[in-house]
């Protein structure tokens, strides 16, 4: 039991990131359509924020960790994407109005859009590894349990929006 809201944390940052991902793909779609440009941007930027931000998570989680610094994360990315699901269309608009290259402006829209959530919700699992490393002598075993229940959920959580 002590364990089950450690878990249930890493499945939520890592589903709602999936999801995140493919929904923010489909609001960007209007604006710059879905080419592979677009996907590939969106995917690259979604990797490269998850080996940075577990990079910078790790750090983090070295000073500062537990369950009220895991309940933050989460009410800051939920706050972050009700701003950012009301205020993407403008932000879109003044981006499009500035950049004309399209690449760029895959780049730089897709950036603006995913970074802070994603660095929010991915420090998640570096924080609770180091809860959950209390006891060395089951850290292999408490590591590969998270790092399973974080694929295993964002894979359904990609599943499920897509269907959506």
């Given amino acids: 039991m002590k364990y089950t809201l450690l878990f249930l944390m890493i499945f939520f940052s890592n589903a709602i990131i999936m999801v995140f991902e493919i929904i923010w793909i489909r609001i960007l779609s209007p604006f710059i359509g879905g080419s592979i440009v677009t996907w590939g941007t969106i995917i ?5 924020s998850l080996s940075l ?4 998570g790790g750090k983090f989680a070295d000073r500062w960790y537990g369950v009220l610094y895991l309940k ?3 009410l800051l990315a939920s706050l972050l994407l009700f701003f950012l699901f009301f205020c993407n269309t403008v932000i879109l608009e003044y ?19 995913f970074w802070p959530v994603s660095y929010l919700l991915w420090i998640v ?15 292999g075993l408490m590591v590969g349990i998270a790092s399973g229940v974080g694929a295993l959920w964002g894979i359904i959580g990609t599943i499920i929006s897509g269907f959506v």
């Fill in 44 to 48: 690259g930027i979604i990797l490269f």
């Fill in 53 to 56: 931000w577990n990079y910078y």
């Fill in 72 to 74: 933050n994360l989460f």
């Fill in 95 to 113: 981006l499009s109005s500035h950049i004309k290259n399209l690449e760029m402006y895959v780049l730089i829209s897709a950036t603006i859009l």
């Fill in 125 to 139: 699992s570096p924080i609770v590894m180091k809860i959950l490393i209390q006891d060395i002598h089951k850290s």
